[in-house]
């Protein structure tokens, strides 16, 4: 006993049978049955997700992976992408380089605000779609092939599996991304980003338009909980340095202008995307991935937002907890699948 | 608490679902609700032994497993079939005979997910006492599954080599997974071998306690699959010696 595929697959059926699976399984059932928000459709592409799907994954930095409803189903990560795009180019440019470019404040401004800090011309922060254009101008690369073959070789490092670029999405996008546009040359005028413009806003639109599934924005979170390593893979997919410059932004500026209230109630770095996806992380523990395209008037996934409250209330998730939860998550982890009948 | 137990041989012939049919019908004559699952799809029988007939029963576990009904639709209730009498109550979800369905299974499989979930739905949804789950013999992901929730696995063998090493193995799984109880059945005894020797034996090599000792019984063999032995003949020795296993399961 005890060779690597055994215990794998002896761990994949403990996950399924645990006390942890079966916790999610009943959150599955309280928020699957409940109708509020709605799918977004400012590009008819996102229209066609059908709000009954609803997946929720946790993958530990053990490598444990629970897994319930829809987590295997693909949808375009949209604003989720900005966070791990952000990391790369920090990678590819240092810090510094990188916040003279953009800054770290939140806004409480709408994520397609056009609006600049005022005395340096940065975007307030890499989470609005300014900040997250003038990011993915700083991306290296020869051409823009190679730009976007190292996104997705990116997100391979987190995932541990190959992704692809949904074309109707991204041509949607293109095709009706003025605002995104107009931000972009506003920044042009003011220097902050290159005059390759076409070219960065096409691999924005095209990071957008990438495809996972649930499981992937759980295993990209508890990548970051991991230090950066994927906890299944073992690979490292962002420098070590980085990670809490990534996981800080996304707890102040990750979930749109509901961040505050979000590090509030939730008190987890997340990122939320308008094709119904959440990504959120607690660092050293778990990873966090929903999916469920109906969304809130702020623009974030409905169920995934009340899968996190009660995640962070039931096992004392949140950032700054203190207090003796209701639950302690290891016993659930490791629970036997004959506890909790 | 409701109980989960499944019952195992590594290897096939054992008199598995003859000893799951009858283990569940002594339980469920004390008095409680008892469920009976046949997770063996490639190679269902113990709806036989129940005397179910499937053409009769059109959801089967199967019908769970895609998606086309609720498992709790699949449960048929084989109290009187079983000769169960009194206050206990015999529910079994069969698993289907048709080879459509049975070559279903072996091309495309099913998430053992949803077995997981079906398990817990069962129990709950008809308030089951106990859950006995029919194995495929043999290691699979199913059969994974159905050791790391059981509070109870069984596992029969007979006195034979063969046995004897892919006991040993299933053992090894069960510890791995971390089973609560682990029991074991020895089928099949000649009766020339001497029971207390056999016994202590077995009990050394595995580290596991013998739970009941059945001998190779021609009354068995004719009434296989047809009839539960232990309502039949409840006064007939081998029934004694379920009773044995039973009140093993039931304590603690």
Known sequence: MGNGEFSSLASSIQAVA?????????????YGAVNEGAVADYIPELALADPNWFGICVVTTGGQVF?????????????????????????????????????????????????????????????VNAGAIATADLIKGDSATDRLKRLLAMFKRYTGRDHDVNVPVFLSEKATGFRNRAMAYLMLNFGMVTERIDETLDLYF?????????????????????????????????????????????LTCGMYDYSGEWVYRVGMAAKSGVGGGITAV?????????????????????????????????????????ARAEHVLEDWLQGSGADGW | MPKVVSIHSYRGGTGKSNFTANLATTVARQGFRVGVVDTD??????????????????????????GEAPIEAAAYDVTAAAGVTGQGTLLLVPSSVKPDDIARVLKTGYDVKLLNDGFRQLVKGLELDYLFIDTHPGLSKETFLSIAISHVLVLILRPD????????????????????????????????????????????????????????????????????????FPDHSISREFMKVASQIMEG
């Open chain 1, 67 to 127: 897994e319930v409803g829809d987590c295997d189903k693909l949808f375009t990560i949209q604003s989720i992408s900005k966070a791990f795009v952000y990391g790369l180019a920090l990678e590819d440019h240092g810090r510094d380089y990188v916040n003279s470019k953009v800054s770290v404040e939140p806004t409480g401004e709408a994520f397609n605000a056009i609006v600049l800090d005022e005395a340096t011309n940065r975007p307030y922060n890499p989470m």
């Open chain 2, 161 to 232: 080599k063969q046995d004897y090493q892919g006991t040993a193995v299933t053992m090894d799984v069960a510890r791995q997974l971390n089973v609560r109880k682990l029991l074991l059945a020895i089928n099949k005894a000649y009766s020339s071998l001497n029971q207390e020797v056999l016994k202590q034996k077995v009990e050394e090599a595995y580290g596991a306690p013998v739970a009941g000792i059945f001998p190779l019984s021609e009354e068995v063999v004719q009434l296989a699959s047809e009839g539960v032995f232990c309502t039949r």
């Open chain 1, 282 to 322: 607690v660092p050293g523990r778990l990873g966090i991935g929903t999916f469920s395209p109906p969304l809130d008037a702020k623009g974030n996934s409905y169920r995934g937002i009340k899968v996190c409250e009660d995640l962070s209330r039931d096992f004392g998730l949140h950032l700054f907890n203190v």
């Open chain 1, 18 to 30: 645990s006390p942890f699976r079966q916790y999610l399984q009943d959150l599955h059932g309280k």
């Open chain 2, 41 to 66: 799809l490639p190679s269902p029988g113990i709806h036989n032994i129940f005397d179910l007939d499937l053409e009769k029963a059109p959801k089967t576990l199967n019908s769970y497993l895609w």
């Open chain 1, 206 to 250: 095209q990071q957008c338009s990438i495809m996972v599934n649930g499981k992937d924005l759980a295993m990209m979170a508890a990548t970051l909980a991991n230090g950066g390593v994927n906890p299944v893979t073992g690979e490292r997919a962002l420098d070590e340095r980085y990670v809490q410059d990534v996981v800080s932004v996304m």
